[in-house]
């Protein structure tokens, strides 16, 4: 779970009918606009522990779109092997010391306002993890991608706790199934297929 540092934000209510529409025109638009700046690669840093339902939703993500092909397109933290606040730092160590010139799109769940449970949030800027565990780490993501899976302000820890599994696991569904056709689109689109090209495998 994460403290917000985010310059521009969409929210997409999961129970609608157009969330996979809206979810997908916004994240297209950002992966697209922001991949021409001279990146080589695109890595999602999905964060998040299998050890609390609410806090779950990063790994859930990452499981789903480990299967990923694409050349230069990269998964960090599933569920066998999460990224949360104990690691996240040497994890990002190691993409910049794995990829060249990486975008990465950072994934994590938040706790928010009652009206506000149920939103995906989608936007440009990074995400700041660790403060539901009360650490100060470096921001993570160029862009972030969020699941409001339950509203905050006091005992925050057990509230992630006694998430209930429905609203994440949906989350992860729009989300997951979101990025694939996203990716897919762009590997489709002459100006960016150098960098989406589909590996053999």
């Known amino acids: 779970m994460f403290l917000k540092t985010v310059e521009a934000q969409n929210y997409i209510n999961v129970d609608s009918n157009a969330a996979f529409k809206n979810f997908t025109d916004v994240l297209h638009s950002l992966i697209h606009e922001n991949i021409k700046k001279d990146y080589s690669s695109i890595v999602f840093v999905c964060i998040g522990t299998d050890r609390s339902t609410g806090d779950s939703l990063g790994p859930l993500i990452g499981y789903k ?46 706790l928010g306002r009652m009206d506000h449970v149920g939103y995906v949030t989608v936007g440009q800027g990074p995400i700041k993890p660790g403060s539901g ?36 696991m949906k989350m992860a569904d729009l989300i997951s199934t979101g990025i694939r056709y996203v990716l897919w689109k762009m590997k489709n689109d002459p100006s960016v297929t150098s960098i989406l090209c589909r590996a053999d495998a």
């Open 65 to 110: 779109i480990s299967s990923l092909c694409h050349e230069n397109v990269y998964i960090c933290g599933t569920l066998e092997n999460p990224v949360h606040a104990k690691n996240i730092d040497q994890v990002m160590s190691g993409i910049e010391q794995k990829h060249e010139r990486p975008f990465i799109v950072a994934i994590d769940a938040c």
């Open 133 to 168: 565990v009360n650490k100060d780490l470096a921001p993570v993501g160029h862009i972030h991608i969020t699941g409001i899976v339950n509203f905050g302000g006091f005992m925050d820890f057990l509230v992630l706790q006694n998430t209930r599994l429905s609203i994440v």
